[in-house]
């Protein structure tokens, strides 16, 4: 049964689980978030800059991410604008990859059918 | 890195599209990573710089509806974090009827069905009136003038449906849909006998048959490009599932063409016709208003009373001791009246049922 608590409760889009993934290890800005979904997905997901930023809003609004300093600033740049993965948004995603686990043990457990590979 | 100036300025434009708190927090920082973007994309060819922008674009009409807040009611989907994870807090089955009068401007929109077809019976009136005062004969341009006014209803009814999915289907959207169904149902079945556009011969398709829908095909597939979610419809069936008398707004949204109807063969009854609508209106105006299930019902029962009444009044004088070239016999008013008074109330039980029977379920609900 689900929790009623929908903010808590994944299964997760695929670009707000490639966003928080891209976050996990490192705060990141903007522009590295978009190229580490791109690669994290293996160039499945790309996303637009409107789309990326609709998910930081809301990501903000649901205190899964929030703004840090930059650690690494780019001297020749304008200061830029790094996000990180707060407590509630780490116990987010592990519940996430938890699931996706799970899911994928499951799998490996019945054999597939012809043409299921 | 060499940034490309038209692309950044062009993006710049495109920002402008969305709300002014949206762009004050993260205009900067978007301009920024999409002129990275943008600049890596084009230092390895055309096409990869085309894609970028290609991105930007698709995702464009989503990303103002949840940053606008157009989406279904509260504004972005609800699924947009989590893929499923709707049905929680929204009360399904309570068979209550939401405690929230209408704001004027959401009341107004409700009505706008009854008020904008008084204005389009009234412009054709007078165009009419207007070519035959200069004693142009019923010709094509008339026919052609009807087709014009026909379409630009036709395109405005699909823009408003489009509006009303996206929105999630809002409660003054219901007459809208009644009115656009019955529209599809009744040329579904009826000939375009005579209508020409611009010379060109239109009356060949006789019955326009599945082709009606159409439009209907079209609202779908642009909301669901927008939208790309199924939450709107979702959302509708859980607010007709909340409150039946949305049901009884789609049948009322019907009613302008019933009333239209008796009128056949019928000559200077436009006045009348648009103080009919008008009458419409005014029960579609309280309907948004009330808040109460049995006062909603009160409010469209009382606009098709009062309207079929006096249409039936009118009829009635109107057809008294009348003969046409093509009847028989003169029409006898008293029958007219009996013929009238039952299609009224036949059509009263139909629009009072869903609203009873909500108010049914809503007491069952409580008492259990």
Known sequence: MRSPDARLDPPLTEATFYIMLSMSPAPKHGYAILKDVRFLS?????????????????????????????????????????????????????????????????????PLGEGAR | MKRPIAGQRAYAWLLRLYPRSFRAEYGDEMQDVFSSALAEASAHGFRLAAAVWLRELRDLPLNLVRERGWGADSGAWEDDMTTDSVHASRGEGSGRTEERAASWREALAGAGLFLFLPALVGVYTAMYSLLAGYGVRPSPLYAMAGSILFALMVIGLMALACFAWIRGFPRWSFPYLGFGLLVSLLMRSTAATGATILGHDIDRLERLLWQAFVPALIVAGVAWLVTRSVQPIRKLAT????????????????????????????????????????????????????TRPWQRAAALGGGLAVSWLVATAWLSFYWHGRQEPWMPAPADGYGTAVAMSGAGAILLVLLFAPSLLGIAHGVHQRTR
Request: hydrophobic share 45%; no cysteine; proline share 3%.
């Open chain 1, 42 to 110: 293996a160039g499945q997901v790309a996303l637009s800059t409107g789309t990326l930023y609709g998910a930081i809003r809301r990501l903000l609004d649901q205190g899964w991410i929030e703004r840090t300093e930059d650690p690494l600033p780019d001297q020749t740049a304008r200061k830029r604008q790094t996000y990180a993965l707060t407590h509630d948004g780490r116990r987010v995603l592990d519940a996430e990859l938890r699931r996706l686990q799970a899911m994928v043990r499951a799998a490996g457990l019945q």
């Open chain 2, 239 to 290: 607010d007709v599932w909340n409150d039946w008398s949305r049901i009884s707004f789609v049948l009322y949204g019907m009613l302008p063409i019933a009333l239209v109807l008796p009128f056949d063969e019928t000559h200077g009854g436009s006045l009348l016709g648009i103080a009919l609508f008008l009458v419409l209106g005014i029960g579609a105006l309280e309907y948004m208003r009330s």
